[in-house]
């Protein structure tokens, strides 16, 4: 199963010409899942080679508009584009983020006369009290949604800190365990982690084929786990007949902040073989970055090194530093250093650095292990 | 004064990487006033040459998502992008359109935490019962402002139609009138009209001079229009002495429509010297373009032609259309093809017929009559 990672948005607080407002895209087995949605997220989703009509899951990290503004859209032009005789009904968006999300799409949506060919759920994120300074928090009034849906609008979840874990759970199936977890910034933002499960390891079939048993139902419940009786009253064991397992890929995705709060996100990100942490401005501005809730390479360096991620990809730059492409000789602000700054502080630790840019592709390769 | 028109956006539905959602610039003495604010709006204005920061007037036609969506974003980058420092206070952004504006403003600013460094007021025109189809207006519930202001905004207006002349009066001042005007869509949907007012005719300075007259302040006085009593007892009329008044000119944006609405739009459009229409689809399509509530070639010209406009520019093509440069030859859908069915519309009546595309400025020049 290839499994992908695309920049669609990498600049900070708006889009721009050089650089899009903040959107990644994983894909896997053909869906497309979204992180955030500024403005103009779906026309570089037109200039990329993915499918808009492919989204099935959208997270979106905190209510800033430089990662929101794009969704009413994007949803709309999602719709418009869909057959409308399709035989098939529309499997429903579902939208993950802070509270207060779902009037913004609700108000949005209503006030444009807005219907829509797939039903849409907003699942929302309960922020604790910590997680920005007091003026950030919304209040009440502000993102109740008062409780009557849009017409395509499916009743969401409200979703709790689990406090034993430090991280919440958004969804879990048969390939992926998805988590956000909480950042500090200045308005509450979270933090995603997709989990892909191990799989079980192949099945060793020469051993099989030594021990009398022939492809068949047997192969499929040792795949499987399950312990099997040979007609000879012996017990195989799967653990015997099976190569190692192989570790599902993780991939994080990281809102704005100036931190992690608590242990959840360190935990969730464990290992990781991606983490794309953002680097508004370079270590030099490290205040200012820190007054505005956010980071600078080093920062981020040290989220990777924490949780030890296999590699560290930086986006979310502020507009002043111009892609690698157009960046003249001599001018400040040149986006490399950003990479130097990351690079020099995780050096030795085998953790690879890499700055995003818009239309960047990573690809996310299975592991065997040997 | 110059005046110039400048397109950012002239596809419909949605953006695309061809052309631009909703968004005209009319640009005068400094000042630009924005007709429209789709989704990527402030990337196309960052892209112009025109500057943000000069925006004072924005009018919204309709609510619909393509004329709409880039509006919070574009207050937001407005004002990251001013002096936090300056010392002038910051001039009011006055935004026009339908009710429902207001709270759509309002509720994407307050979630997502918007502070402004300038304030705004929305002015909202009450439709009639007779603007679209019923299930096109939006419920009290759905548009209700509920009185409490965003911390930078200023109470604005409630507009309601002038039932003698037929239109709204938005605003008039030393050097305009601006007007709305009905326009029947799948919405509520308005259109603009721009009226400069005229403006005296230069003195006859060869005549003054013989009639023993000196510059000073009677000049004035006379250009003002004053009647001026001579040393010799003999009273001057300005008409004497003044060459003809330069006509104000007038610039008109339609919303989109599948017809005006009433008389206003007619009178409010008279002799315009340039006429913004829509034309969604060819003539061809015209029953499909009626049904969605849109426009062909062939119905602005119509329109074009009973207002005695100099100048019809059609604008907001499906995105079928790919602007000139990137059609191929011997595909369907050839954008020209629109302007040749205007064109022919308008034989022998000497109404100019363009193709707005994105970044196209068009010059408004006074005319001086002989
Ligand atoms: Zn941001
Ligand atoms: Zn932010
Ligand atoms: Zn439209
Ligand atoms: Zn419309």
């Known amino acids: 199963m290839t499994m992908d990672l695309t920049f669609l948005g990498t600049g900070s ?3 721009s010409p050089h650089r899009g407002a903040s959107a990644v895209v994983l894909r896997t087995e053909g869906e497309c899942w979204l992180f955030d949605c500024g403005e103009g997220t779906q026309t570089q989703l037109m200039k990329s080679q993915l499918r808009s009509s492919r989204i099935t899951n959208v997270f979106i990290s905190h209510l800033h508009g430089d990662h929101l503004f794009g969704l009413p859209g994007l949803l709309c032009t999602v719709s418009l584009n869909l057959n409308p005789s399709a035989v098939q009904p529309a499997t429903c968006v579902n939208i993950y983020g802070p509270q ?11 006030l444009t006369s807005t219907q829509l060919l797939f039903p849409y759920a907003v699942h929302e994120l309960e922020p604790t009290a910590d997680q920005c300074p007091p003026e950030g928090f919304l209040s009440p009034e502000v993102t109740a949604d008062n409780g009557s849906l849009h017409p395509q609008e499916l009743p969401g979840r409200t979703i709790a800190l689990d406090v034993s874990s430090d991280c919440y759970v958004l969804m879990e199936d048969k390939r992926f365990v998805v988590k956000a977890f909480r950042l500090f910034h200045r308005v509450p933002s979270f933090g995603f982690s997709v989990q892909e499960h191990d799989r079980p ?18 192969y499929g419940r040792l795949k499987a786990g399950e312990s099997v009786t040979l007609e000879t009253g012996k017990v195989l064991n799967p653990v015997e007949v099976l190569e190692k397992a192989i570790p599902g890929r993780k991939v994080c995705v990281l809102g704005d902040c100036s931190s992690l709060l608590g242990e959840g996100g360190i935990r969730a990100c464990h290992r990781a073989n991606v983490l794309v942490h953002e680097a508004t401005l370079s270590d030099e501005h490290r205040e200012k970055a820190v007054d505005h809730g956010h980071s600078t ?5 040290a989220v990777a090194l924490a949780c030890s991620a296999q590699r560290l990809v930086l986006y979310h730059f502020s507009q002043r530093y111009k892609p690698t492409g157009q960046h003249k000789e001599g001018e400040e602000d040149d986006v490399l250093e950003l990479r130097r700054q990351a690079e020099e502080a995780l050096q030795g630790t085998g953790i690879e650095v890499s700055l995003a ?10 592991v065997r292990p040997r």
Request: overall charge positive; charged content about 20%; proline content about 11%.
């Open 201 to 218: 390891g192949r099945l060793k079939t020469e051993l099989l084929k030594e021990l009398g048993l022939t492809p068949g139902p047997l």
């Open 13 to 15: 607080a708006y889009p």
């Open 100 to 110: 207060g999300l779902r009037r913004f799409l609700r108000v949005a949506l209503q």
């Open 357 to 366: 840019e818009d239309f960047l592709t990573i690809p996310i390769a299975l």
């Open 297 to 301: 390479p080093g920062m981020a360096a």
